[in-house]
């Protein structure tokens, strides 16, 4: 285990020490002082929200039941659990389907 702490350059060197591959401290939004900007960091957040805001709508909520939900624990509770789990399901499924060919179109 790595004990100590050192700014994150190359997540695959924890890796290698036994840890778990971790880019968060890396991305961010382009034009960030981020190490590897994303040109689209926030869009999956404001997909999520706004499928479960919408389905919360077509379930009979009113907006300000909605904003109360987003903005409660409750969000954050679920990202802490069953949300998270699928979310992190979905991206590594996703992944499998890119391939280094793709790294040419990465302009």
Do not use: H
């Not at 285990?1 to 961010?28: F, H, N, Q, R, W």
């Not at 002082?33 to 805001?53: E, L």
Request: with cysteine.
């Amino acid at each position: 285990m790595i004990t100590e702490l050192k700014p994150i350059t190359a997540p695959s060197e924890y890796v290698a020490a036994g840890e778990p591959y971790d880019c968060t401290g890396l991305i961010g939004e382009l034009g960030s002082d981020a190490q590897w900007p994303m040109y689209s960091y926030s869009r999956p957040g404001s997909i999520v929200w706004n499928a479960i805001a919408s389905t919360l709508n077509k379930e009979g909520w009113t907006d300000e039941e909605i904003e109360t939900w987003l903005a409660s624990k409750n969000a954050r509770w679920a990202l802490d659990g069953e949300l998270g789990d699928a979310l992190n399901v979905a991206g590594q499924e996703f992944a499998k389907s890119i391939t280094k060919s793709q790294l040419d179109d990465c302009d």
